[in-house]
T-cell receptor
Framework: AQSVTQLGSHVSVSEGALVLLRCNYS??????LFWYVQYPNQGLQLLLK??????LVKGINGFEAEFKKSETSFHLTKPSAHMSDAAEYFC????????????FGQGTELSVKP | EPEVTQTPSHQVTQMGQEVILRCVPI?????FYWYRQILGQKVEFLVS????????KSEIFDDQFSVERPDGSNFTLKIRSTKLEDSAMYFC???????????FGSGTRLTVV
């Protein structure tokens, strides 16, 4: 069975500081990995995804993530936080099977201090 | 950009009542899903639907829940007799392939009173 663990339910950074949100996964087959962002009272917006190919994936809003198979990790980073980055971030995994369900982590709430 | 549309955005219902949540997936997508998110918790898979039938369902998706794609465009989630614990945000999603991946709607907030 697949699972996702997000370390830290709440992360607080200063504006301009590095953002690092941690995600570890468990999967018996090659995973497809996703990061979604959810702003208050809104839906889920895809930030980036890893399916195959390059392990460093760039997404929207300056975010990127690196798939590290040896560490079973897919941490999300952004060099310089903006106030507008404050939101809930979810890591998710699925298998190579077409149309497979997404399994989500518990989420990490990112706060950005001025 | 194609969107997944969900209606209504917010529904309040009395315990024991039936509710139908509606979704219009992206037209050329073949896989459809419902997820729910209880306030402050993670997003949980409910059910997936492909080729006009359920392809997978979670333990949450019991006999009180059903899904339909009645007319080739709408995709509905029905809860027959709502309970207080059904209060949550319900998200519809569709999937076409790994180029676009999964597209989520903006959700329906269901409040059972």
């Amino acid at each position: 069975a697949q699972s996702v663990t997000q370390l830290g339910s709440h992360v607080s950074v200063s504006e301009g500081a590095l953002v690092l949100l941690r995600c570890n996964y468990s999967s018996s087959v090659p995973p497809y990995l996703f990061w979604y962002v959810q702003y208050p009272n809104q839906g889920l917006q895809l930030l980036l995804k890893y399916t195959t190919g390059a392990t460093l994936v760039k997404g929207i809003n300056g975010f990127e993530a690196e798939f590290k198979k040896s560490e079973t990790s897919f941490h999300l980073t952004k060099p310089s936080a903006h106030m507008s980055d404050a939101a809930e971030y979810f890591c998710a995994v699925t298998t190579m099977n077409q149309g497979g369900k997404l399994i989500f982590g518990q989420g990490t709430e990112l706060s950005v201090k001025p | 950009e194609p969107e997944v549309t969900q209606t209504p955005s917010h529904q309040v219902t009395q315990m024991g009542q039936e509710v139908i949540l509606r979704c219009v997936p992206i037209s050329n997508h073949l896989y459809f899903y419902w997820y729910r998110q209880i306030l402050g918790q993670k997003v949980e898979f409910l059910v997936s639907f492909y080729n006009n039938e359920i392809s997978e369902k979670s333990e949450i998706f019991d006999d009180q829940f059903s899904v339909e794609r009645p007319d080739g465009s709408n995709f509905t989630l029905k809860i027959r007799s709502t309970k207080l614990e059904d209060s949550a945000m319900y998200f519809c999603a569709s999937f076409e392939g790994w180029v676009d991946g999964y597209t989520f709607g903006s959700g329906t907030r269901l409040t059972v009173v």
